[in-house]
């Protein structure tokens, strides 16, 4: 094995994907595996990890988490452990596969000081293994949907969660969405549980948790989770992983995510004007659009001058001059966007165009299809949500929910709207891009 051997390796595990904002470096030439890996973090942002004089330079835009670094450590161990042993490509790629699994449920805990027994791991990576190849498998023509619980300081029944995998009948035994097998530490059955409707929370904790991971699909499960722990297959094939009352894992389309909605947030600093309210609103809304896989394009305009040379007047609510903009205004009233229930809120989203608001989440357009004959050359070969989204954010902040579930957002760092043709009633001109638009998150 060689240094580039171990890089492709710590690439394909380490969770953190290869993007725009996120960039893997090599440095140095290859070099045979033959002294420990070593790793270190200089920046919150950077780990490097070297294999003799080769390096490996990793860069997350959004700063490193300490899941990420846990996983990075712990898949740089397992290779040095495995250094000179005779495995072929595949048997170092199931074990690595086992310790990223691994690494993952090291993260997560029963409450803040309490974290998972040694003797859950061994059962609950199995059971991960066997939802993964569930997830491409279909039972009566339809999606797998499964769901397991496990509660500590609980003693279960003599009957082991393994027993019954290869029984079809626990492929269709509970959704995860209203019902859950719940198991102990050991993966021993306790019950076979109704998931209750979620309880109030305190306004602290109950704000973490929607800025975290809150999918209103998914509430009672998340619910379910405080202190203890969930894993849901979903019909669509995803895998979550629930604790702490949030979803904290996620393997959508053969990867593991870290769900974090919080450097989008951050992206929506209030010192731009953005009420703090409808930023929480707009992290919720973006997670259920982009596990209900409708899609969505969200755009927060900087001020009102820029609302008609961005929508079509018959678009904008407050004129409701065609019969479906005087439906979304009798239906919206004058409530802001964050004010309006979470179910609606995501119906709306979901509507073919886009949906505008202001700073304040006053709400401008829903379904609007935008003006978009200035789009910069190097865009026109993207799709029309990515395209909307990054004309939103040349007059604010654009963000764009794919079908496939992928979240991606655009702001303008360095507005200057004197310099644009378009501003300037030349509608025929090309956008000189003077806009500074930068992509700042991405999610999926």
Known sequence: MTSENVFHFIKKYSIIPENDLNTYTINGTNVP???????????SHKCNVCVGAAQLEIYKKSGLLSEDKKIIENISKKLNALKGLPLTTSEIDSILA???????????????DVSLPEETFAFFIKHIKEMEKWSAQTYENQGICFGIGIVPETRGTDIHIDAL?????????????????????KGKIVSYDKL???????SA?????????????????????????????????????????VLKFAKRRSNWHIVRVTPLLHMMEETRGFDPSLKTAIAETCLDASFRRTGACIGI??????????????DIIDIASKTRTKFFKRIVGQQPFQNIPREVRQELVAI???????????????GAILKINNTPIHNRTMGGRSVAAQQLACRGFGIKVSADGGITGWRNQHPQRNQCPREQGNNDSECPSECHVEKCFELF
């Open 33 to 43: 595996f033959d002294s420990a890996i070593i790793y270190n973090f200089p920046t």
């Open 98 to 112: 086992t310790t990223q699994i691994e690494s993952i449920l090291q993260c997560l805990h029963f409450s803040e």
């Open 165 to 185: 995998h290869d029984d079809d009948m626990l492929k269709v035994l509970t959704s995860g969405v209203e019902t859950l097998i719940v198991c102990d530490t």
């Open 196 to 202: 209750p409707d979620p309880a109030r929370r305190a």
């Open 205 to 245: 904790s109950y704000e973490r948790e929607r800025t975290s991971g809150s999918i209103h699909a998914f509430r009672k499960i998340a619910s379910w989770s405080r202190n203890k722990l969930a894993v849901l297959l979903t019909q669509r094939g995803d895998i979550l992983l629930f604790a702490d009352g």
């Open 301 to 314: 305009i900087d001020d009102d001058e820029v609302i008609p040379h961005v929508l079509q007047d018959d």
């Open 352 to 366: 073919d165009g886009a949906t505008v608001l202001k700073k304040n989440g006053d709400i401008v357009a829903i």
